[in-house]
T-cell receptor, first 110, second 111 residues
Framework: DAKTTQPPSMDCAEGRAANLPCNHS???????VYWYRQIHSQGPQYIIH???NNETNEMASLIITEDRKSSTLILPHATLRDTAVYYC???????????FGKGTRLHILP | DAGITQSPRYKITETGRQVTLMCHQT?????MFWYRQDLGHGLRLIYY???????DKGEVPDGYVVSRSKTENFPLTLESATRSQTSVYFC??????????FGPGTRLTVL
């Protein structure tokens, strides 16, 4: 079973920051938080991952709470091309498999 | 080109037929995965492989067979296709500490 809980859908205005929450209250000490997104009918695309420190790359920022029970993916300036389903996944770094939950369907509004 | 490829991209078959979906990667990643995604739903793990000759069941393995004789290939076989196996199938690869990369998918229709 997926170890994360996400809202089923969210809206965000184009140009604004999109903040996607994820709860992972049973996360273990060696488990990372990964984020993927899937744009209509395409294969999932890796976005970012982190263990306990906040992370930033060219696509997004990942904010993990101090107790690591939740995190937020931030798309700083959302565009229409960011419309997708976003998946938050918990996985040990050297674990075999990635189990997807239902994700959050993000709609970027013009 | 380097990367991950899936073939065929589209397949129509009939109930009871055997069909094999191919996945090929050029990165020499140790891990390979097969997922299925039904219309309007999330991805479910079918099988995965940590290395050549090592495979393990995922969430929904029934009705599928996999093999991994070479690191770069991870074929998925439906031995006797059923309509419930109509789906989009995604292959993914990853290193021991990397984030898996997904292929473009194979859209399979079983009539």
């Amino acid at each position: 079973d997926a170890k994360t809980t996400q809202p089923p859908s969210m809206d965000c205005a184009e140009g604004r920051a999109a903040n996607l929450p994820c709860n992972h209250s049973t996360i273990s000490g060696n488990e990372y938080v990964y984020w993927y997104r899937q744009i209509h009918s395409q294969g999932p695309q890796y976005i970012i991952h982190g263990l306990k420190n906040n992370e930033t790359n060219e696509m997004a920022s990942l904010i993990i709470t101090e107790d690591r029970k939740s995190s937020t993916l931030i798309l700083p300036h959302a565009t229409l091309r960011d419309t997708a389903v976003y998946y938050c996944i918990v996985r040990a770094e050297r674990d075999d498999k990635i189990i997807f939950g239902k994700g959050t369907r993000l709609h970027i509004l013009p | 080109d380097a990367g991950i490829t899936q073939s065929p991209r589209y397949k129509i078959t009939e109930t009871g037929r055997q069909v094999t979906l191919m996945c090929h990667q050029t990165w020499s990643h140790s891990y390979m995965f097969w997922y299925r995604q039904d219309l309007g739903h999330g991805l479910r793990l079918i099988y995965y492989s940590a290395a050549a000759d090592i495979t393990d069941k995922g969430e929904v393995p029934d009705g599928y067979v996999v093999s991994r004789s070479k690191t770069e290939n991870f074929p998925l076989t439906l031995e006797s296709a059923t309509r419930s196996q109509t789906s989009v199938y995604f292959c993914a690869t990853g290193g021991t500490s990397g984030s898996p990369f997904f292929g473009p998918g194979t859209r399979l229709t079983v009539l």
